[in-house]
């Protein structure tokens, strides 16, 4: 970009001339996820009414999100925004973008730890979120009375550095509550209907009493848990029942805590985030210089918070 | 070439869907604010490599009048072979992924052509056998490959509009083409799809045909998963079924009919050629990629009806009740091939 | 001489199954059938937990989603089309019609839901019938068109809810998922109707010899046509009950179901090539493919290792069947 | 009747057979079967329908195994475990079975298979092989990058002939080459077989038309269930003396009734019938009652004439009424309305349901009847059963059983038979009916056909059988070249049909003589 500014650190400047007229690429995840869906469109808009173009590569395929970040650096753009499906292969993609000189963002997931330092980073953390479904479990079970309980956990594609800085988390915070312990860790690959199979069968294999808590990884993964548990005849919530926590909060994850289902949840809502990584990209080009790395913020939402981020969560 | 050759399907078919792609291609400018860059036709390859060795695979398997679902699941299992075995070398791994497909097409084309079973549903459970092993090979987990100079190596660019990978993939569309136009296989392929019995009759090995006709399907998928992995720097378990539909879409695209008997591997390279060029149109236009998807759907349901016995029957039948024929002399010709024997 | 106004003969068998000829010997492939058999039943047996109600229960219910969906696809197969490749995608938007129709209340959203099933399949199915489409590149195209015109519509997000009606679907009468229930239900209904009717007779003949069934005047067109639409239905009942346990639905809804539910239907020992197979073969195939993965999950194997027997047990069924049925008529 | 044996060599055995054995499951096919051939001979195999002609040519071209015997070629035993063994033993074949495949060309149908042809195609060396007989078979004018698809019948049978002459084998096995051929692609046929057989290669030629085998063969061996009955010269046969061979004794006729005609009423009226290519504006009446035949060699249209009225050739044209109603042309289904039945020639592919019930099968086509409301009624279902069970003679204990385990005469009873009995059906078509079924069967079938006929029904069969034609039919219609060329009613002569079927109308009469009014066929034996 052509623009003013001491370049102080190697965080390219994106120029202080505003958004006005400046490309985007932008190579976020396909339309065809929810939450991909509804980043997209938070994101795309508000870059838009500030006169940016975004040209929308999205994809929920990894190797073409390969091919259009190679694309993306040959239309060399002003900023290259992308998520990452794949961890180990964007490394190339982004090394390239670098020698070409193409600044790029990184949204959602952390890249990896080869390149952490070739990129901008908006990233949620993760590592908050595995906690929190951590606290949600200790405190229902807690509340419950349970001396001791077992514990299941459905997660996203076991392969993404998301689900392994959740479950790292996750794990790390159960291991101080030690009379409750993780018995079960299925790969639920972002997919409810997966996670509900899976749970079925892990029900079956312990029973009802063999299973006091539960964590779906993501909204749309907890609630099939809840309803394969209710199917095996398994008291869900209440002062003795299963308690299911999860986290991503969808519409239908909030509808359930409010209905006493679903202990809890924790944010990474696609708006908070969209609107985040939007904001960065234009402080990015008035020249604000923002962070390299900026974390989202994440919370912890049980019934006691829930009003609050009904809205927030609503979007998908 | 007589221009009567053109409008057979195996012909006209991978021309109309290249040449729709091209010109979408070339009217780029027209509907986006830039050019087109060699990049962009770079990029074309790129996504051509991607699949283009399984639509090869499957597409020869689709002549010789079988159907091997499997393609995909060796598509992902040569690629989680060649990383774990090819850390240090990459040859260990491409031999390790090309060794299991060639085996895997072996034991399937023994299956089918021994037991004389159809194709379709022993490559269906292949192909579910074979993404499990993968997967359970991986922990279900994506491995990392991390011979950074191999990746690097692939995807460089050759003559401003190649790469490595993209100029194999073209090599073997080309050896494909060769092999088949010049050696006795291109017909008895075609033969064995066509006719399977009288291709017997005739003296046509059509066993051994098969089960090679399946090991160069399990070869080249492996191969390209290999390459893939090697290109992404990572070999994901669980490809999807997209990669199938999109192989089955583009050796249809090529004038490969399901019939079997029909098809080249330069129809086959024009089929996979226009999927590649659609997808960097959709990517370059950035359009939304549903429309990818209706425009699939759009050309395979053309492929559909040109291919429909009775439709073709009724069209017939509907033209002679419009204008019933004036008496000709009947002769032995019969131009439609439709004989009822 | 015989005269066509003769009487009935009073001798004759009145055979209407599809009974098969008398007593064959055992042969090798009954032997290894046989053992396959006890080797699943003695696996199952050592599991531990493998042989409670409630693990009985879990397998019937995961077998219960497949299952009514592979029961459509029985009819496609038997009716001599194949296989449907866009049974997820339809699965998937059916699901997302399904839940934002609730608030017209369940039984209309399910209605909706079921004529929409069946009306997108019945296309397909006519098309196959009346002009000889091949089936799997037109169902190919119908599953782009499907999620396409999806995506296109919906914009990718996912449809929750419009009111709570759907819950009743999730309801465990007697212990037991409503999907248990209406997976026995219809198969009793699908298998019924393929004996007892003449759509389900003239089924079967379609299946086994197309141009035959034509040359002989038989309603191929809308037979085909029919079969396809109530495999629509079918698929339409297994969204409903899909997007109610996930109380959200979006294009990929549908997941891995069509793979699943051809697996069902071959695992049942239905040859692909039409004429032959029945509903309970397919609740058969269904419930091996779903006790054999509740075994190996049971006994700590990972889902790759699942999904992998599963394939295996499908490759095992379609040759043993294909070797049996050749052996009858060589 | 004379064929000049040409070459010097003859005397000199090239194959010799010796108690060849081969049998089916139960069926005994081939008993133990013993001939010479002799070098530049060509020599005939006659035999009626399933007398094991195929079976042995099965096991000469390497198809099929012998159980017990042996092959000698040029003296040396030899095992021909397969078709590669076989060709390279020097042995060609032209099976019976039309062995081309459409999806390649004309010059790819030659080079398949062939044994000198090795991995890398020579297409000039071998075009420069193939012209030649292609030019002999009368296929000049064919461009060998044509595809087959281009083709007729009669000139795919000729390329699949041309494949095998041109193979430059020791042994050329033709399989009934001219049973789809025209009189004068047959002729080419003929002169290309002498030129090879001048060469010194030896021709064994199957055949079922006896006059082609006098004038063509020079050695005849006639094969009767199982068993070679005689090996002789063809100077010193006759017809009759070869059909004397063939079936042990002239056939009895079957007793024609002789009740005497009244009028009888036109059911079925076909008006300028024409299928583009095939059938030129056939025009007949049926009437109730009458057994009509149209007669034609194949390729005459006789078969295709059935086809479009049964809705098979969507390209028909023309008008058909039946009783009083239209019939809408091209459509199965809006024949079967009309009240037309249709018993396909090809039994196996579209006929029966061979994996299904013989039960199935006979009700197959009046489901309408035996449901109420799209159910069912078993009892109905079972006493249409057994009437139509004992209708065809058929064992009532196996009704459960599958087609495809009856044998072939008891199979095509079911065929057939799944149009009797039936007040909706007006006009049977039978294309064909009695192919593939011996002598016994033949006349059961000829029993029910009549016996539909006395129904009140119109029963109208294309045939290419003499015998068949002056058995059955009341009203024989020739056909020639997609032409009507005669019509007899009552008495005709076996020979004025045969004509008329191979060479076309008679010119000094009408082409297409008025309607007479039916009478029976005299019975006669005509043999040309
Ligand atoms: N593959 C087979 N399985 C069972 N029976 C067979 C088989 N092939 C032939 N046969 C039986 O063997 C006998 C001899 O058949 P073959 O084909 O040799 O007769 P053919 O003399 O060639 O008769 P046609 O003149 O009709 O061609 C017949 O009864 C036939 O039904
Ligand atoms: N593959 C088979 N399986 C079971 N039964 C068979 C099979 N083949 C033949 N049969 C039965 O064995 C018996 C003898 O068969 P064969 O072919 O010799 O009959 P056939 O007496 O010649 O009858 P037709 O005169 O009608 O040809 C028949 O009852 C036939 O139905
Ligand atoms: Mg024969
Ligand atoms: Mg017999």
Redesign the interface.
């Known amino acids: 970009g052509g623009g003013s500014s001491s370049d102080g650190g190697d965080t390219p400047a994106g120029g202080s001339g505003g958004l006005k007229g400046k490309t985007i690429n932008f190579v976020g995840y396909?339309?065809?996820?929810?939450w991909?869906?509804?980043f997209n469109?938070v994101f795309t808009k508000k870059l838009e009414a500030e006169g940016a173009k975004v040209?929308?590569?999205?994809?929920m395929?990894?190797?073409?999100a390969?091919?259009?970040v190679?694309?993306a650096i040959?239309?060399k753009p002003d900023l290259i925004v992308t998520a990452l499906l794949?961890t180990?292969?964007m490394?190339?993609p982004i090394k390239k973008a670098k020698q070409a000189g193409v600044p790029v963002l990184v949204f959602d997931g952390r890249p990896d730890p080869q390149v952490d330092d070739d990129v901008m980073q908006v990233i949620s953390d993760n590592e908050a979120v595995g906690k929190a479904a951590a606290d949600n479990l200790i405190e229902g079970l807690k509340a419950q009375g349970k001396e001791s309980a077992k514990i299941i956990a459905i997660t996203g594609t076991?392969?993404?550095l998301v689900t392994q800085d959740r479950l790292k988390a996750f794990d790390q915070q159960m291991a101080t509550a030690p009379q409750y312990e993780v018995i079960e860790t299925?790969?639920g690959?972002w997919?409810?209907?997966?996670s509900?199979?899976?749970a079925?069968?892990?029900?079956?294999?312990y029973?009802?009493d063999g299973i006091q808590g539960a964590y779906g990884m993501a909204d749309?993964q907890a609630?099939?848990i809840i309803?394969?548990a209710?199917?095996?005849?398994c008291e869900v919530a209440g002062d003795t029942g299963l308690v299911v926590t999860s986290s991503n909060c969808?519409?239908?994850g909030i509808e359930?805590i409010q209905a006493g289902d679903l202990y809890g949840t924790a944010t990474e809502d696609p708006g908070t985030i969209a609107n985040q990584t939007a904001d960065y990209v234009i402080r990015y080009f008035d020249g604000a210089k923002p962070p390299k790395k900026e974390v989202v913020k994440e919370e912890r939402v049980t019934a006691a918070n829930v009003a609050e981020f009904a809205a927030q969560c609503s979007n998908? | 070439m007589r221009l009567s050759s053109l409008t057979r399907p195996e012909s006209l078919v991978p021309l109309v869907a290249l040449g729709t792609t091209v010109v979408a291609f070339a009217l780029l400018p027209a509907y986006t604010d830039s050019g087109i860059a060699s990049f962009d036709v770079y990029n074309t390859f790129q996504i051509f490599a991607r699949l283009g060795l399984v639509a090869l695979a499957l597409g020869l398997t689709m002549i010789a009048g079988e159907f091997d679902l499997s393609v995909v699941g060796t598509y992902a299992l040569g690629g989680m072979l060649a990383v774990q075995a090819g850390q240090d070398s990459w040859a260990t791994g491409v031999l390790v992924a090309v060794g299991a497909g060639a085996a895997i097409g072996l034991v399937q084309g023994l299956v089918i052509a021994g037991l004389k079973i159809p194709s379709m549903p022993v490559t269906l459970a292949t192909y579910i056998a074979l993404l499990g092993l993968t997967s359970s090979l991986s922990d279900g987990l994506s491995k990392t490959y991390s011979n950074a100079s191999v990746t690097l190596w692939v995807d460089q660019t050759v003559l401003t509009f190649f790469s490595p990978r993209s100029l194999i993939t073209l090599g073997l569309f080309g050896v494909a083409a060769l092999v088949l136009g010049v050696s006795r296989w291109g017909r008895e392929l075609r033969a064995i799809g066509g006719d399977r019995r009288a291709s017997r009759v005739a003296g046509v090995r059509v066993d051994r045909l098969v089960v090679g006709t399946f090991v160069a399907s399990g070869v080249l998928s492996a191969l390209g998963g290999a390459l893939l992995s090697f290109s992404l720097g990572s070999a994901n378990p669980d490809p999807g079924v997209q990669p199938l539909i999109l192989a089955a879409a583009a050796a249809l695209l090529g004038g490969v009919s399901l019939a079997g008997g029909r098809g080249t591997p330069i129809g086959l390279l024009g089929g996979m050629l226009a999927v590649a060029l659609l997808a960097e149109v959709v990517t370059v236009a950035a359009l939304p990629a549903y429309v990818t998807q209706l425009f699939y759907a759009a050309l395979l349901v053309v492929i559909v009806v040109i291919d429909a016995p009775d439709l073709r029957n009724g069209l017939v039948r509907a033209r002679t009740r419009l204008r019933p024929p004036a008496p000709t002399a009947p002769s032995t010709r019969n131009d439609t091939g439709a004989l009822h024997a | 001489m015989t005269t066509l106004t003769e009487p009935p003969v009073a001798t004759a068998a009145a055979e209407h199954g599809s009974r098969e000829p008398g007593r064959r010997k055992p042969t090798a492939s009954d032997l290894v059938v046989v053992l396959a058999v006890l080797a699943v039943v003695a696996l199952g047996l050592t599991t531990d937990r493998f042989v409670t109600v409630a693990n009985a229960k879990a397998i019937v219910t995961s077998a219960s989603l497949v299952g009514i969906a592979a029961l459509g696809l029985t009819l496609v197969m038997i009716g001599g089309s194949a296989v449907s490749l866009a049974i997820s995608q339809t699965v998937a938007a059916v699901g997302m019609i399904f839940l934002s129709a609730q608030s017209l209340g369940l039984v209309p959203a399910l209605v909706l839901a079921i004529v929409g099933g069946a009306a997108i399949t019945a296309l397909q199915g006519a098309v196959v019938g009346y002009a000889a489409a091949n089936p799997v590149v037109l169902t190919i195209a119908a599953s782009f068109a499907i999620t396409g015109i999806a995506t296109g519509v919906s914009g990718g997000s996912s449809v929750s809810a419009s009111g709570r009606g759907y819950d009743h679907l999730n309801a465990t009468p007697g212990g037991l998922a409503l999907s248990v229930y209406v997976l026995i239900a219809l198969v009793v209904v699908v298998e019924w109707v393929l004996r007892r009717t003449r759509f389900g007779r003239t089924l079967y003949l379609v299946g086994e010899n197309r141009p035959a069934a034509r040359a002989a005047g038989m309603a191929v067109g809308r037979t085909t046509a029919v079969a396809w639409a109530i495999a629509g239905a079918l698929f339409a009942v297994t969204a409903a009950f899909t997007a109610a346990f996930n109380t959200s639905a979006n294009v990929n809804l549908g997941g891995t179901l069509t793979f699943d539910a051809i697996a069902a239907v071959l695992a049942g020992g239905t040859p692909i090539s039409g004429g032959r197979g029945s509903a309970v073969r397919t609740l058969a195939g269904a419930v091996l493919i779903a006790a054999v993965s509740d075994i190996l999950l049971l006994r700590g194997y990972s889902t790759g290792v699942q999904v992998m027997v599963k394939g295996l047990i499908v490759l095992f069924v379609v040759v043993i069947v294909h070797v049996r049925t050749k052996g009858r008529h060589a | 009747m004379t064929s000049s044996p040409s070459s010097a060599r003859i005397g000199d055995v090239l194959v010799r057979v010796d108690g060849l054995v081969r049998t089916y499951g139960s069926t005994r096919a081939v008993r133990g079967a013993s001939f010479d051939v002799q070098a530049g001979e060509i020599h005939a195999l006659c035999g009626h329908n399933g007398a094991g002609k195929s079976t042995v040519v099965k096991m000469l071209s390497g198809q099929e195994s012998p159980d017990a015997g042996t092959i000698h070629l040029a003296g040396r035993l030899v095992d021909l475990g397969s078709r590669q063994a076989a060709q390279r033993g020097g042995v060609a074949l032209v099976d019976q079975e039309l062995s081309v495949v459409p999806a390649l060309t004309v010059m790819e149908n030659l080079m398949l298979g062939d044994p000198q042809v090795g991995w890398l195609d020579r297409r000039r060396t071998a075009a420069r092989r193939f012209r030649p007989v292609l030019d002999d078979l009368g296929l000049g004018h064919l461009r060998l990058d044509q595809p087959l698809t281009d083709l007729g019948i009669g000139e795919r049978q000729l390329v699949e002939i041309a494949r095998a002459l041109g193979q430059q084998a020791r042994l050329v096995i033709l399989d009934e080459p001219t049973a789809t051929l025209s009189d004068v692609e047959s002729a080419h046929v003929y002169s290309a077989v002498r030129k090879v057989a001048a060469s010194g290669c030896s021709v064994l030629f199957v055949s079922h038309r006896l006059g082609e085998v006098l004038e063509l063969c020079d050695t005849v061996t006639v094969m009767r269930d199982g068993d070679v009955v005689a090996t002789t010269s063809t100077a010193d046969l006759t017809v009759e003396s070869l059909i004397v061979q063939m079936l042990g004794e002239l056939p009895e006729r079957p007793d024609r009734r002789l009740d005497q005609d009244t009028e009888s009423e036109v059911l079925a009226r076909i008006d300028g019938l024409s299928v583009p290519g095939r059938v030129d504006g056939m025009s007949m009446t049926l009437h109730a009652g009458r057994v009509h035949a149209v007669a034609g060699q194949l390729g005459s249209g006789a078969s295709e004439v059935l086809r479009a009225l049964a809705g098979l050739e969507p390209g028909a044209s023309g008008s058909a009424v039946v009783d009083g109603c239209p019939v809408h042309l091209g459509h199965p289904s809006g024949a079967a309305r009309a009240g037309i039945a249709f018993a396909s020639n090809d039994r196996k592919s579209e006929g029966l349901f061979l994996d299904k019930p013989i039960a199935w099968n006979l009700l197959a086509t009046r489901l309408g009847h035996l449901t109420r409301l799209g159910v069912i009624r078993g009892g109905r279902w079972s006493s249409s059963l057994a009437r139509l069970v004992a209708l065809c003679g058929l064992d009532p204990k196996r009704s459960g059983h599958s087609v495809g385990s009856l044998s072939g005469g008891n199979q095509q009873k079911v065929f057939v038979g799944r149009s009797l009995g039936r007040d909706d059906v007006r006009v049977l078509l039978l294309d064909d009916p009695t192919r593939g079924v011996d002598v016994g069967g033949r006349a059961a079938i000829h029993a029910l056909l009549r016996d539909a006929a006395d129904s009140g029904m119109a029963v109208l069969f294309a045939s290419t059988e003499l015998e068949e034609l002056l058995d059955l039919a009341d009203v024989v219609t020739t056909m020639h070249q997609g032409k009507v060329v005669g019509r007899h009613a009552g008495r005709t002569s076996g020979a004025l049909l045969l004509r008329e079927m191979t060479h076309g109308s008679a010119a000094d009469e009408p082409s297409a003589p008025a309607e007479q009014p039916p009478g029976r066929a005299e019975k006669r034996e005509v043999h040309a």
């Open positions: 396909g339309n065809d996820n929810p991909g869906a509804y469109g040209v929308d590569l999205t994809t395929d990894p190797g073409t390969v091919q259009n190679n694309q040959s239309n794949d180990s292969s490394v190339v076991k392969s993404s299925q790969d690959n997919d409810p209907t997966l509900g199979k899976i079925t069968q892990l029900f079956a294999k029973g009802c749309y609630l099939p309803a394969s209710k199917q095996a005849g969808f519409k239908a359930a998908a």
